[in-house]
């Protein structure tokens, strides 16, 4: 690309308009950046109240939500780029100036933005929420970027590929180094499939919408406009257009939940056992979509569901997903319940959501390392607890929308070793359906193999007391 010029209308040729312009999808997509800098905020959330406030719909709405949740996801690298344009680094740069940029860089090398509108939005962004002085600098950087592509920026500023092949993934695709190399080794692929998995992180995903048998059917989400799922018989796509706005949605009959969350769920009631089959509990169950399912599954096969959650607020919410279910707020490693009473039991453990990095942009920021090693403990204690709570003969589901190998294959096997009287069932075996879940036992989700959520899931059954 070349270097931009005063009359071929490359951005840095022109000067800062007299008036900066106010655009209000990149204020709203920069106000987003900012209420997850400074307050913490989850930006699919936050979104649609931003844009709801701004009266945003449509294109601009489309168009502030792809730049802020494209920069969040993007920013590793962009930094890098900045860093490679600037005589401060980064974490020198004042947080509300370096967002902005990171918006510009986003537009510049990830969007059909022509260069000349992401360079002026982003300089008049700046000398409105920033300063005049700040406009300069976001210019005078931009102008730099702006000299070459996406590409041509990796290839600078990413560690070489030989030598480093992790570090050069991480910045290539954007990614923190140590969930790289966590995902290099739960794909257990060269560095091919770890980059199709990273690259897969970084697109958006196609809402997924759930039928709850008896409540409402696939076919009235596809005359609402929806394509029929890939594997779920319970399962449609929504390819644009507002969840909400479909009525069996908006009146509670189906929800949106992701394929793989409800092959997960649907795998624990296939699994064939000897004597009653009466009893379930979910004992993670909130917010309450696989309760939603299993609930659904529960009336129609006259079973009965006890969905449980330590927090009062995330059982309020199981209460509004189920129909029958009872619901109650409690320690799944304290149990309310006595031993051995279900017949099915379902431990969806809270997880460092490694497996659903698509859906939220901010989340590969925000963990580090120290949380597997801190949820390591509690995830132990709760399968443990939900092979007491299951009866002889019964099955369990330890399930985890993460694929981090200490929270997948390390929790189960160390609970197995320890619980003793528990036979490890061949999951990939209960969902036939779907191709390329690996070798067995356990069965593991991707989203560039199979468009879902990286979601584990491991069966187990319990033959004695141990
Ligand atoms: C991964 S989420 C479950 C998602 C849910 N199954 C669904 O499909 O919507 C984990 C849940 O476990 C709950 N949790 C955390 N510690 C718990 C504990 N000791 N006992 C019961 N629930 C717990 C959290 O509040 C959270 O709602």
């Not at 990830?110 to 700046?126: E, G, N």
């Not at 981090?404 to 036979?423: N, P, S, Y």
Request: proline fraction near 7%; glycine fraction near 10%.
């Amino acid at each position: 690309m070349a270097p931009p010029t005063r009359r071929g209308g490359r951005p840095g040729g022109r000067r800062p308009r007299a008036t900066p312009v106010r655009d209000e999808a990149r204020n709203a997509a920069y106000d987003l950046l900012r209420a997850v800098d400074e307050r913490d905020a989850y930006a699919n959330l936050l979104m649609p109240t931003l844009l709801r406030e701004r009266g945003l719909s449509g294109r601009d709405a489309a168009l502030a939500t792809e730049l802020a949740y494209g920069t969040l996801r993007g920013l590793g690298t962009y930094d890098e780029i900045v860093a490679a344009c600037s005589d401060r680094p980064p974490e020198d740069i004042d947080p509300p100036l370096l967002d902005a940029i990171r918006l510009g860089v986003h537009q510049l090398l990830k969007t059909r933005v022509p260069p000349h509108a992401a360079v002026s939005a982003t300089v008049d962004l700046v000398r409105l929420r920033v300063g005049t002085g700040a406009s300069r600098f976001a210019n005078a950087i931009l102008r730099k970027v702006a000299t070459r592509d996406f590409d041509a920026w990796v290839a600078i500023v990413a560690p070489d590929a030989e030598q480093d092949p992790v570090g050069h993934l991480a910045v290539a695709y954007s990614h923190p180094r140590w969930i790289t190399s966590a995902l290099r080794d739960a794909v257990g692929g060269g560095t091919g499939e770890t980059a199709a998995l990273l690259a897969a992180d970084n697109e958006r995903p196609v809402v997924t919408l759930v039928a709850w048998p008896g409540r409402s059917t696939v076919g009235e989400l596809l005359d609402a406009g929806a394509v029929a799922g890939r594997y779920s018989p319970y399962a449609a796509y929504l390819p644009e257009g507002d969840p909400g706005a479909i009525e069996a949605v908006a009146q509670g009959r189906a929800a949106v939940q992701d394929e793989a969350s409800q092959l997960v769920a649907l795998a624990l009631t296939r699994v064939p056992i000897d004597g009653p089959d009466d009893l379930w509990l979910d004992m993670c169950a909130g917010p309450g979509g696989k309760a939603g399912l299993l609930d659904a599954l529960a009336v129609q096969n006259d079973r009965r569901l006890l969905a449980a959650d330590q927090r009062f607020h995330r059982a309020r919410l199981v209460w509004r997903a189920t129909r029958r279910a009872g619901v109650i707020t409690a320690d799944g490693t304290a149990p309310a319940w006595r031993e051995g009473v279900f017949d099915r039991v379902l431990v969806d453990a809270p997880c460092t959501g490694l497996g659903a990095l698509r859906r939220r942009p901010e989340a590969r920021w925000r963990r580090s390392a120290d949380s597997v090693r801190e949820l390591g403990g509690l995830q132990r204690r709760l399968l443990g607890s939900a092979l007491d709570a299951v009866r002889p003969g019964g099955v369990v589901a330890y399930v985890t929308c993460s694929p981090h190998l200490a929270e997948t294959q390390a929790v189960v096997g160390d609970v197995v070793k320890r619980h003793g009287g528990v036979e490890v069932l061949d999951a990939p075996a209960f969902l036939r359906e779907v191709d390329d879940l690996g070798e067995g036992p356990y069965a593991q989700f991707w989203p560039h193999r199979h468009h879902t959520d990286a979601m584990f899931l491991a069966l187990l059954r319990r033959h004695s007391t141990g």
